[in-house]
Every structure is written in structure tokens, then in C-alpha cells.
């Protein structure tokens, strides 16, 4: 065997350092093609599951979520989390992102009109079929999501004002992080009722009634990809299949509805 000398040494080394840094780069291209990440609002979530599927059976491109609630989800984007897309459950979270420039203003779009509702559990003992019934004895705690920053808690708040029932009822209120953990307070018998998004109601084993809409502002929600995306390209087909007709098709299944 011929020893290394210590300058073929160095171009061994060199080569094989080369090699490594076109292969991790290669593979870094194929994942961005491949994948896609999407900061999504909680009511979203059974909503984009299906979407999602549809998309990447459609495309190729995989759709990995973060779902939260719009206020924190939006702390993780402006703290530089690596997303490429933003639905919000409030067109207002997009606006103050493309006005702070972390939006790419073309793509900005509403998606969808959310509602609210009461929910009980199927069994439970006690029914209730208006706002007012909250202020009831029997109902000892309700679930609203965290109204300082998840839009539904929001709405759930500005419901029970206007009906002028807030200050008979905020002594009962459980908060949840986002609707999703919400509505689980309710389905786990942590309280009697809990106001939640309609769109997760749909696979649940529960009593529901809407929530009047004149009584909380609309729930318009909105997208948008974020300034600075490795992969604008399927961030942006993606925001189209969701306004596209099978993704509003998906949307209305759900309980959406189209904005106003």
C-alpha cells in the first residue's frame, strides 16, 4: 500500500468534504421541495388535516402543521420560526404582519367566515339552547379560549358583552391556550360548556347550538406567506388550493363559510 503523503492527504480530505456538502445540500433541496410548513389556527385543524391530504395527493408536497392560536402562532413568526405560510383566524393577524413586512403582499387572501357555538356533552345533564343559560347555578365553569390572543376567545367575549351577560358569568370562565384545548375542557367534563369554533364540532359526541353572529364581530380569517420562505413556490400553491374549489368544498364541510 502507498502512504499518504501529507498533500494527497489534504486532497482526500478536501474531496471528501465536498462530496458531504453537495449531498447535504442536495438533500436540503429535496426537503423544501417535498415539505411544506404551516402555522394554522386551532379551528383549523380538522379542516386542514383533509386539505392537506388532498393537496399532497395532488401534488407531491407534503404539508406539515402548527396549529395554535393566531396570536401565539403570530410571536413564533415575528421570533423567526421557520414557516411558510400563516393562517389566521382573524384577517387582522395578516394585516399587522404585512404591515410589520413579514407577509408578502400579493399573497394575502380571506379564506373562510368561522362561527362560534355553545357545546355540552351529549349526556350531560344539563341543556343549554341560548347565552342565557350559562348564567344558571347548575353552571359552575365554561371554557373560552384565551381572548388576549385567540380570535374565538375573542368573539366568545364580545358575545357574552353584547348580550350583557359577562359580568354575571366571568367569575365561571376556564381559559383555554386555543379553541382546540377548549372545546377538550368541555369533552373531559372539566366544565359544563365550553363556546368554541363550529368547525371542530363535526367529529364530536356532543349537544351544540350557534351562537348568534350579530353578537361578535365577524370571524373573517386570512392567510398569507411569510417574507423570506425557501419555498414561496408551494407556500403559494398551497393558499390557492385552500380559496381553490376543492379546498372550499373541504372548507364548507367544516362549517365555514365564505366571507362577505
Known sequence: ??????????????????????????GSRVGHSGELTVAAAADLTNAFEEIGQEFQSSTGTKVVFNFGSSGLLEKQIENGAPIDLFAAANVDYIKQREQKGLIIPDTKKVYAR??????????????????ADLTRPEVKRIAIANPEHAPYGMAAR??????????????????????????????????????????????????????????????????????????????RAFADFIVGERGQTIMKKYGFTKPQ
Not at 11 to 21: D, Q, R, S
Not at 119 to 131: G, M, N
Not at 163 to 180: F, H, I, M, P, Q
Not at 200 to 223: F, M
Open 158 to 235: 364580545q358575545a357574552l358583552e353584547r348580550a350583557g351577560l359577562w359580568d354575571s358569568v366571568k367569575s365561571k370562565l376556564v381559559y383555554g391556550e386555543n379553541v382546540r384545548q377548549t372545546l377538550q375542557y368541555a369533552q373531559t367534563g372539566n366544565v359544563e360548556v365550553a363556546i368554541v369554533a363550529l368547525s371542530l364540532s363535526g367529529q364530536t359526541d356532543g349537544h351544540w347550538i350557534l351562537v348568534p353572529e350579530e353578537l361578535h364581530n365577524p370571524l373573517d380569517q386570512a392567510l398569507g406567506v411569510i417574507k423570506g420562505t425557501k419555498n414561496e413556490a408551494g407556500a
Open 1 to 26: 500500500m502507498v502512504p499518504l503523503t501529507a498533500f494527497r492527504l489534504h486532497k482526500v480530505l478536501v474531496f471528501l468534504t465536498l462530496l458531504f456538502t453537495l449531498s447535504c445540500s442536495s
Open 114 to 131: 368561522g362561527r362560534i357555538i355553545l357545546w355540552t356533552l351529549k349526556d350531560s345533564p344539563i341543556r343549554i339552547e341560548k347565552l
